[in-house]
């Protein structure tokens, strides 16, 4: 199960860092994954970690304002999100692809999802 937690109502040009807590089994050996979905719209890739943290991918729309983390000692992952935007307003969810180790901007490829969290940035 993944708990995502930190939204929250910003102003823009603000900063807030999500978290994803993983429980019932370890997150350290999978690559991991945020998504944000948008009042009526798809579920858009935002940023992926691989398991060990050498490797990071980001969507262009948050490269350079966005960064991703993981802590596996503590089953945790994470998402720094700085200079916001009134387009960054979404649900953040994390998701846990347990077939893979390495980055992946697919939502197909991901088996768990948390249930996500509300990000508002107000202009």
């Known amino acids: 199960q993944l708990q995502a937690s930190g939204g929250g109502l910003v102003q823009a040009g603000g900063s807030l860092r999500l978290s994803c807590a993983a429980s019932g089994r370890t997150i350290s050996s999978y690559g991991m994954g945020w998504f944000r979905q948008a009042p009526g719209k798809e579920r858009d890739f935002v940023a992926t970690?691989?398991?060990?943290?050498?490797?990071?991918y980001y969507a262009d729309s948050v490269k350079g304002r966005f960064t991703v983390s993981r802590d596996n000692a503590k089953n945790m992952v994470y998402l720094q999100m700085n200079s916001l935007k009134p387009e960054d307003t979404a649900v953040y969810y994390c998701?846990?692809?347990?077939?893979?180790?390495?980055?992946?901007?697919?939502?197909?490829?991901?088996?768990?999802w948390g249930q996500g969290t509300l990000v508002t940035v107000s202009s």
């Open positions: 970690i691989n398991w060990n943290s050498d490797d990071k």
């Open positions: 998701a846990c692809r347990t077939t893979g180790r390495q980055v992946a901007g697919s939502a197909s490829v991901y088996q768990y």
